[in-house]
C-alpha cells in the first residue's frame, strides 16, 4: 500500500477509534439519533456483522419500530448495543 493510501485509512480508523471511545465513556447517557445509530452498528460489527452503516441505520429504524426519542425507549448506547445483541440473536448468525 502506497503512503497516501495509508493516510485515509489511519484517519478513519483514528476517528472510529475516537468514536467508540466516547460512546464506552458515556454508555448511560442519552445519544443523539446519529451517535444511536453509530453505537448500534458498532455492535453490530463487533458482533462479526459486516453492515454497511446505512444498512444497520434501515435495520435499526425498523426493529425499534418508534421515532427516535419515543418516551418507552432509551436511547443511550447500553440500550443500542442491547437493540443489537437482541438483532442478532433473533436474527442469527452474521450476513
Known sequence: MSEQGSI???LANAVADTIVHSL???RGVELTPVGFEWAFWFR???G???VSRSDS???L???VGAPYGH???GWSAFDAEYLADRYMAEYGEAP
Open 24 to 26: 464506552k465513556k458515556s
Open 57 to 59: 441505520n434501515t435495520w
Open 61 to 63: 429504524w425498523s426493529y
Open 8 to 10: 485515509p485509512e489511519a
Open 48 to 50: 462479526g456483522w459486516k
Open 44 to 46: 453490530l460489527r463487533q
Open 71 to 73: 418516551p418507552d425507549l
